[in-house]
């Protein structure tokens, strides 16, 4: 067992958390840390809803943009699958930069499709550049 003297850390005391409870309190301090970001801003989501929060989020990220601040999102590629075309075109022609992390199957899509080909010919190859099942 070591003693607190023999243990060199870089954490320091005095550091303060604010547990958020629910959804407004969450969202209100998103926006109040976007829209006073000067620097760069790096957001990752699992979800992200193409609703009205969402779309609320959304400008004040592109705001933050045209303030000078980098914005960088990194969101889920099956839990944001839903997010339209134009939605995901419009955050990066204003300027953020959008990425997901895209699981091995992308979609229910092909998930299905995959069920669907080794019912009809048994078992097979899926190659995604990353990774190889058979």
Known sequence: MYSNSQIKS????HNNVTLLKGGLPY???LIDLIENANSSLQLQFYIYEEDDTGIEIANHLIQAVGRGVVVQILLD???????STNFKKNLRSQGTRLRFFEPI??????????RSVLRTTGPGCINDKRY???
């Open 77 to 83: 590629g099956y839990a944001s699958r839903r997010l």
């Open 27 to 29: 969202f209100s301090k």
């Open 132 to 134: 190889s099942f058979f």
């Open 105 to 114: 199957l992308k979609s229910l899509a092909e998930c299905d499709s995959l």
């Open 10 to 13: 870089s954490y320091t005391f």
